[in-house]
Each structure stands twice: as structure tokens, then as C-alpha cells.
């Protein structure tokens, strides 16, 4: 596949007074990599995306009042001290050809907590309560509306006076904009609420505000095509009237999907894999056809194709690649050169990107690490003095150590026991609706084959192989296997490992109880895979809910799924025991015991212990070496791939 093939994809477009050079956009999202104004981080992640030929880079949220303080590491637009931040980052990004924008915020009941931990005070429209956030708003005075207003303008023309090429309102996904337009949410009944008429008036003050601060740069909108929440949120119908009427006020419309308020729609701020590529592209296509304006579509797009199939059909103008940029910053580039075989394409694990941000630290990717580490590993550092280097192990780990270590120059041979790489990703991609993950092995197999590093499959590396070959380093990734401890009664009972049965090498019967200790993944997948299967599947977790350790949104996605197939579930459950046709837990709250009957088949899922019998023989032999991934510590494969970096920069 070439450049020809896309030939939308890569042709210019004029949004406002701005040249766009491809229709590729990095959208705004919280990168938590500046702690108010724009940080030397941030503007080496942003830059690295202009880099690698992104077309629009739509810097993060701004707040643009004192009440808009959403989370940790929030951008500021509320003082001229921003400005200086803002130049080197509009500087930084153009200097590569790429435009700029920045987006203006205020969350309205979405607000969460203060920097020092304590409950905000949310302003709102109404006081109508969040149910996610268990949030009341207190609602906002006519005083603090016209405040809010005007510290839209006020961050507008920072940034504009920054060098930015314009920005870009943000009334999506139920933030304080789409509050007002909502006839749920705004309940008021002076000159802000009432007839759509006056429930537009926020939106339409505003901009019109923003317009007089920023003269001819640009002026977009972001808001959700449907907020996709019948009890409170906007629907499609709704929306697109909203658009019409403000579309003469705005030179762009990027479009998203869903609601921050309730845990189902808020799933769509940044849907898991769970979620078909590109499905936004309906909810764009309404919005365009409701205006005449160039519309972005975001949600899902992970691969060049699916972005000049959507532009091609007409249904959006530009589509929003923000997670594919992410996982590969040269994605742009390497379309555009043909290389579509060496794009590194998104899986939506959502781990390591809108996970890292729930939890307040800095954005990453699982595949990728180098993404928000743009200062540490941005510029790969060739060695003076080549040597040989031996990795034992082709999952994640060894997969990224000896692709890292070869593009640095060493002379690096990867070992592999199995007759093909991707240790425990193959098993991950066989657990429904984890389909996808399998892509993390095809993307880092190429970049290993790409850097040359020499693979040997069907191989069982031994310490006395090793001293033979004597290489100058040696990293050991030789992963983990099941935690298989004594339960009573196992010999009574038909219990499996939840390995074997995903593998296809264990037999379950119709009645199917899952002790999951780890809370994550294979709990989840296991109790899907066998409920669509037939069987009756009770899922006891040991933790306060199913699927704990996974990122939020797709949590909550996949525990909609179980609900829809009628999986059982229960927390708090520590397995004890077995017999042969029961399963014993004690309640982790109360020692209460509790008891699964009728049970047919108990399948343990409860973690993993290190595969390490070769490197306790090397030291042993007082050899030295590295452990890395999951037979250092059992952990996720976001780990092992930042170790399996971090080692082959060291060697």
C-alpha cells in the first residue's frame, strides 16, 4: 500500500483561515505532563507527533476559570503567565509543518476533587446530580455565568497572542456547555435556561466572546454526535439542531460520542477494544449533514485505512487518530511513505493512556513506552562499542529488549522455547473480547525483524548454552506460569487452570464457577468466552469488584457484557475449597463462608508466580544477567515492555 492509496487521508484542508496539510488529528486529551502551564514534557510529546506528520495537533484542556479545575496537571488559561509555555509548544509543533490549536474547558459538574484531595464545589446550570462522580452542583449565579464567559475570551486570546493557530470550545461528552443546552440538566428558568432558544444562549455568548478575542484565527467546536444516555443525556436529534444553529459562528465541528456522567456513556471518551473501529463515523456524518462545515471524526480510528474509508464515504472531513499517535507517533509518516506494514497500530487496552491519566500520572502506552518519555528515550542512542547481547524469552519483554538493543547496534539473538514469539499475548488474544491484544505481538516481531535482530524459535536456552556462547550481556525474559496452590479438595472436584482452558486444553462442563484472584482480564474473558458458550458462569472475585485492575472504561464496557449474557458475580470471595460438585469462599469482609453449589467445573485464575528456574542456575553459576517482565515479578505487559526498553538502553 502507498501514499496513493490515500489520497484523501493526505490532501489539504482549509479550516477557518488555517491550512491543515492532511486530514490526520492528534485531539486534545489530558496528557497529566504539565502541572498548569506547558512543561518542557509536554511540548517533546506534542512535538514528536508534528514529527511523524500529523496534520492538527489540538493541545489538552485548559481551564479557563477558577471553578474548572478538573483534575491534577491541568493546563491553565486564566493569567498571561501561560503564554510563555504556549509559545515554545506552538513554536516547537510548526516548526514541523503541523497547525495548532488549543482547547477551552470548564467541566461544570464533572469536577472530581482539588489538588490537596478535598471535594470541589461544582457549578452547574441546575443543581442536577452526577451519578458517576456523586457530584451536586450548586448552581451558578447570573454573576459567575458572565464570569465563566469571559474567562472564555480572556484563555482564547492567550493563546491566540501564543502563536496558536486557534481553538476549540469543548462542549462535549456533558462538560458545562452541553449542561446548559441540555433540557435534563438546565432546569433554570431565567434568560440561561427555559426554550432552546435560551438554553443556547451560553454557547452562543460564549463564542461570540471568543470570536471578538481572537479575531480571524480559528474557532471550533467539540461535542459529543450523541451522548448516548437516555435517562439525561443529549440525543443525536438534539444535537444536530444545536449545531445548526451555532454553525455560523464556528469554522470547524470535531465530533466524539458519549457522556462523562454515567459510567455506560462515558465508556465512549475513549472506547476499549471492545468498541468496532471507527464506529463514530455515523454520528459525524449527521453532524455534517446538519451543517456546512468541515467536521473531525474521533473515536476508534487506529489505522490509516479506517481514517481514508471515513473521509472517502463522507462521512467526516478529518478524523481524529489521538490514541493511534499515541502507540505510534510516526503513524502520519510512515502512511504517507507506504509503509503501512510498520505502522504500530493502537489496540485500545487503554492502559497506559487513559489509565495512567485516571490515576493522575503521565500518559504513556503499553506498546510504546517512549510516548510521554519523549525526553528519556525520544532520540535513540547508537552505541560506540557493539556487542552481543542474549535474550531469552520472545514475549513482550525479550520482544522489546532485543528490538531496542539491536536498533542501537548491538548484535542481539532472541531466544524463543515455544515454536512461535508472543508468550502470554497469545494466550490474551484468545479471551473474548481481548481479540485485539494480539496485535502487540505483531507490532514489536517487527520491530525486532526491522532492527535485525536475529530470532530462534523452538529453542530451550539452558545455562550451560549460555556459558558456550558466552555473550557480552544476557537478559532473561522468560515470563511466568500459574499460581497453582493447595485447595482442599481439589482430587474431589473437576478444577482447571484458567491458562488451559483459554488455551483449548481443558474441558468445562455446563456449570462453571471462575475464582478470580487477579480481577482483571482473564476472569472477565473467561466468564464471556464460556457464558456465550452455554454455560452458567459465576464469577467470585477476590476484590471489591469485577474487573478492579482494569482501566475504568473498559471495566465498565466488559461488565456490561457479562450483565447482557446473565454471568453471575460476587465479590469479596476467597476460594478455600472444593468438592465435587460445590465450591467454598469466605466473605474477605465478614469470614462468612460462602457457597457456590451444582458446580461442575471450578477454573482458578488466581495470578501467577515467576518461570525463573534458569536464572536462579545462572546465579548459581555466578553469571551475570538481567531479568525483565513477568519472571522479575508477575505484572502486566505494560511492565515488561518498559523494562524490556530501560534494559537495552543500559546495556
Same mark, same amino acid.
Given at each position: 500500500?502507498?501514499?496513493?492509496?490515500?489520497?484523501?487521508?493526505?490532501?489539504?484542508?482549509?479550516?477557518?483561515?488555517?491550512?491543515?496539510?492532511?486530514?490526520?488529528?492528534?485531539?486534545?486529551?489530558?496528557?497529566?505532563?504539565?502541572?498548569?502551564?506547558?512543561?518542557?514534557?509536554?511540548?517533546?510529546?506534542?512535538?514528536?507527533?508534528?514529527?511523524?506528520?500529523?496534520?492538527?495537533?489540538?493541545?489538552?484542556?485548559?481551564?479557563?476559570?477558577?471553578?474548572?479545575?478538573?483534575?491534577?496537571?491541568?493546563?491553565?488559561?486564566?493569567?498571561?503567565?501561560?503564554?510563555?509555555?504556549?509559545?515554545?509548544?506552538?513554536?516547537?509543533?510548526?516548526?514541523?509543518?503541523?497547525?495548532?490549536?488549543?482547547?477551552?474547558?470548564?467541566?461544570?459538574?464533572?469536577?472530581?476533587?482539588?489538588?490537596?484531595?478535598?471535594?470541589?464545589?461544582?457549578?452547574?446550570?441546575?443543581?442536577?446530580?452526577?451519578?458517576?462522580?456523586?457530584?451536586?452542583?450548586?448552581?451558578?449565579?447570573?454573576?459567575?455565568?458572565?464570569?465563566?464567559?469571559?474567562?472564555?475570551?480572556?484563555?482564547?486570546?492567550y493563546l491566540v497572542e501564543a502563536g496558536l493557530d486557534g481553538?476549540?470550545?469543548?462542549?462535549?461528552?456533558?462538560?458545562?456547555?452541553?449542561?446548559?443546552?441540555?433540557?435534563?440538566?438546565?432546569?433554570?428558568?431565567?434568560?440561561?435556561?427555559?426554550?432552546?432558544?435560551?438554553?443556547?444562549?451560553?454557547?452562543?455568548?460564549?463564542?461570540?466572546?471568543?470570536?471578538?478575542?481572537?479575531?480571524?484565527?480559528?474557532l471550533g467546536m467539540r461535542i459529543s454526535g450523541d451522548e448516548?444516555?437516555?435517562?439525561?443525556?443529549?440525543?443525536?436529534?438534539?444535537?444536530?439542531?444545536?449545531?445548526?444553529?451555532?454553525?455560523?459562528?464556528?469554522?470547524?465541528?470535531?465530533?466524539?460520542?458519549?457522556?462523562?456522567?454515567?459510567?455506560?456513556?462515558? %465508556?465512549?471518551?475513549?472506547?476499549?477494544?471492545?468498541?468496532?473501529?471507527?464506529?463514530?463515523?455515523?454520528?459525524?456524518?449527521?453532524?455534517?449533514?446538519?451543517?456546512?462545515?468541515?467536521?473531525?471524526?474521533?473515536?476508534?480510528?487506529?489505522?490509516?485505512?479506517?481514517?481514508?474509508?471515513?473521509?472517502?464515504?463522507?462521512?467526516?472531513?478529518?478524523?481524529?487518530?489521538?490514541?493511534?499517535?499515541?502507540?505510534?507517533?510516526?503513524?502520519?509518516?510512515?502512511?504517507?511513505?507506504?509503509?503501512?506494514?510498520?505502522?504500530?497500530?493502537?489496540?485500545?487496552?487503554?492502559?497506559?493512556?487513559?489509565?495512567?491519566?485516571?490515576?493522575?500520572?503521565?500518559?504513556?502506552?503499553?506498546?510504546?513506552?517512549? !510516548?510521554?518519555?519523549?525526553?528519556?528515550?525520544?532520540?535513540?542512542?547508537?552505541?560506540?562499542?557493539?556487542?552481543?547481547?542474549?535474550?531469552?524469552?520472545?514475549?513482550?519483554?525479550?520482544?522489546?529488549?532485543?528490538?531496542?538493543?539491536?536498533?542501537?547496534?548491538?548484535?542481539?539473538?532472541?531466544?524463543?522455547?515455544?515454536?512461535?514469539?508472543?508468550?502470554?499475548?497469545?494466550?490474551?488474544?484468545?479471551?473474548?473480547?481481548?481479540?485485539?491484544?494480539?496485535?502487540?505481538?505483531?507490532?514489536?516481531?517487527?520491530?525486532?525483524?526491522?532492527?535485525?535482530?536475529?530470532?530462534?524459535?523452538?529453542?530451550?536456552?539452558?545455562?550451560?548454552?549460555?556459558?558456550?556462547?558466552?555473550?557480552?550481556?544476557?537478559?532473561?525474559?522468560?515470563?511466568?506460569?500459574?499460581?497453582?496452590? !493447595?485447595?482442599?479438595g481439589m482430587e474431589e472436584g473437576h478444577v482447571v487452570d484458567?491458562?488451559? %482452558?483459554?488455551?483449548?486444553?481443558?474441558? %468445562?462442563?455446563?456449570?462453571?464457577?471462575?475464582?478470580?484472584?487477579?480481577?482483571?482480564?482473564?476472569?472477565?474473558?473467561?466468564?464471556?468466552?464460556?457464558?456465550?458458550?452455554?454455560?452458567?458462569?459465576?464469577?467470585?472475585?477476590?476484590?471489591?469488584?469485577?474487573?478492579?485492575?482494569?482501566?475504568?472504561?473498559?471495566?465498565?464496557?466488559?461488565?456490561?457484557?457479562?450483565?447482557?449474557?446473565?454471568?453471575?458475580?460476587?465479590?469479596?470471595?476467597?476460594?478455600?475449597?472444593?468438592?465435587?460438585?460445590?465450591?467454598?469462599?469466605?466473605?474477605?469482609?465478614?469470614?462468612?463462608?460462602?457457597?457456590?453449589?451444582?458446580?461442575?467445573?471450578?477454573?482458578?485464575?488466581?495470578?501467577?508466580?515467576?518461570?525463573?528456574?534458569?536464572?536462579?542456575?545462572?546465579?548459581?553459576?555466578?553469571?551475570?544477567?538481567?531479568?525483565?517482565?513477568?519472571?522479575?515479578?508477575?505484572?502486566?505487559?505494560?511492565?515488561?515492555?518498559?523494562?524490556?526498553?530501560?534494559?537495552?538502553?543500559?546495556?
Amino acid at each position: 500500500m502507498t501514499a496513493e492509496s490515500f489520497p484523501h487521508l493526505f490532501s489539504e484542508i482549509a479550516l477557518g483561515r488555517t491550512t491543515v496539510r492532511n486530514r490526520i488529528v492528534s485531539t486534545g486529551h489530558h496528557t497529566h505532563h504539565s502541572d498548569g502551564n506547558v512543561s518542557d514534557r509536554l511540548t517533546a510529546y506534542q512535538e514528536a507527533r508534528a514529527r511523524g506528520g500529523a496534520g492538527l495537533i489540538v493541545v489538552e484542556i485548559a481551564a479557563i476559570h477558577e471553578t474548572a479545575q478538573f483534575a491534577n496537571n491541568l493546563l491553565q488559561a486564566t493569567s498571561p503567565d501561560c503564554i510563555p509555555g504556549y509559545a515554545r509548544l506552538a513554536g516547537a509543533v510548526k516548526n514541523h509543518g503541523a497547525a495548532i490549536f488549543g482547547q477551552l474547558f470548564h467541566p461544570g459538574r464533572e469536577i472530581q476533587a482539588t489538588n490537596d484531595g478535598m471535594l470541589a464545589v461544582a457549578y452547574a446550570p441546575s443543581p442536577v446530580p452526577n451519578e458517576r462522580f456523586h457530584i451536586m452542583p450548586r448552581a451558578m449565579s447570573d454573576a459567575m455565568i458572565h464570569e465563566v464567559i469571559d474567562g472564555y475570551a480572556r484563555g482564547a486570546g492567550y493563546l491566540v497572542e501564543a502563536g496558536l493557530d486557534g481553538v476549540e470550545f469543548v462542549a462535549s461528552q456533558g462538560y458545562l456547555p452541553a449542561q446548559f443546552l441540555n433540557p435534563r440538566l438546565n432546569l433554570r428558568e431565567d434568560a440561561w435556561g427555559g426554550s432552546f432558544e435560551n438554553r443556547l444562549r451560553f454557547v452562543t455568548d460564549s463564542l461570540t466572546a471568543i470570536r471578538a478575542a481572537i479575531g480571524d484565527a480559528t474557532l471550533g467546536m467539540r461535542i459529543s454526535g450523541d451522548e448516548l444516555e437516555p435517562a439525561q443525556g443529549l440525543t443525536a436529534d438534539e444535537i444536530a439542531a444545536i449545531c445548526t444553529e451555532l454553525s455560523p459562528q464556528l469554522d470547524y465541528i470535531s465530533v466524539v460520542a458519549g457522556m462523562s456522567s454515567s459510567l455506560g456513556a462515558s %465508556v465512549h471518551i475513549a472506547a476499549p477494544m471492545g468498541v468496532p473501529a471507527g464506529y463514530i463515523a455515523p454520528y459525524a456524518r449527521r453532524i455534517k449533514e446538519a451543517t456546512t462545515l468541515p467536521v473531525i471524526a474521533t473515536g476508534r480510528v487506529n489505522q490509516p485505512q479506517i481514517a481514508e474509508a471515513v473521509i472517502a464515504s463522507g462521512d467526516a472531513d478529518l478524523c481524529g487518530m489521538t490514541r493511534a499517535m499515541i502507540c505510534d507517533p510516526q503513524m502520519p509518516s510512515k502512511a504517507l511513505a507506504g509503509r503501512t506494514d510498520d505502522i504500530r497500530a493502537c489496540i485500545a487496552c487503554n492502559q497506559a493512556c487513559i489509565g495512567h491519566s485516571h490515576k493522575g500520572v503521565p500518559i504513556s502506552c503499553i506498546q510504546y513506552p517512549e !510516548s510521554g518519555r519523549e525526553l528519556e528515550y525520544g532520540n535513540l542512542q547508537p552505541v560506540v562499542e557493539p556487542r552481543s547481547v542474549l535474550v531469552v524469552g520472545a514475549g513482550p519483554a525479550g520482544l522489546k529488549a532485543a528490538a531496542v538493543a539491536a536498533a542501537r547496534g548491538h548484535h542481539v539473538t532472541l531466544f524463543e522455547q515455544a515454536g512461535q514469539v508472543g508468550g502470554q499475548a497469545l494466550l490474551a488474544q484468545k479471551v473474548a473480547g481481548r481479540e485485539e491484544f494480539g496485535g502487540i505481538v505483531q507490532n514489536l516481531l517487527r520491530e525486532a525483524e526491522q532492527a535485525g535482530v536475529v530470532l530462534r524459535t523452538g529453542v530451550a536456552v539452558d545455562a550451560g548454552m549460555i556459558e558456550e556462547q558466552a555473550p557480552d550481556a544476557i537478559l532473561l525474559a522468560t515470563g511466568s506460569r500459574p499460581y497453582l496452590p !493447595s485447595i482442599d479438595g481439589m482430587e474431589e472436584g473437576h478444577v482447571v487452570d484458567a491458562w488451559d %482452558v483459554i488455551g483449548g486444553r481443558a474441558n %468445562v462442563g455446563a456449570s462453571v464457577v471462575i475464582a478470580d484472584w487477579r480481577c482483571d482480564w482473564i476472569g472477565i474473558g473467561l466468564a464471556e468466552m464460556l457464558a456465550a458458550a452455554g454455560s452458567r458462569v459465576r464469577l467470585m472475585v477476590n476484590g471489591a469488584m469485577v474487573g478492579e485492575s482494569l482501566q475504568l472504561y473498559v471495566r465498565n464496557h466488559y461488565l456490561g457484557r457479562l450483565h447482557r449474557l446473565g454471568v453471575e458475580t460476587k465479590t469479596h470471595a476467597r476460594l478455600f475449597g472444593v468438592d465435587g460438585d460445590s465450591a467454598y469462599f469466605q466473605d474477605t469482609l465478614t469470614d462468612e463462608a460462602v457457597i457456590a453449589e451444582e458446580v461442575d467445573t471450578v477454573v482458578l485464575s488466581l495470578g501467577q508466580v515467576p518461570h525463573d528456574d534458569l536464572g536462579a542456575e545462572l546465579e548459581r553459576r555466578a553469571i551475570a544477567f538481567t531479568r525483565i517482565g513477568d519472571c522479575l515479578a508477575p505484572r502486566t505487559a505494560e511492565e515488561a515492555v518498559l523494562e524490556g526498553l530501560k534494559a537495552a538502553w543500559e546495556i
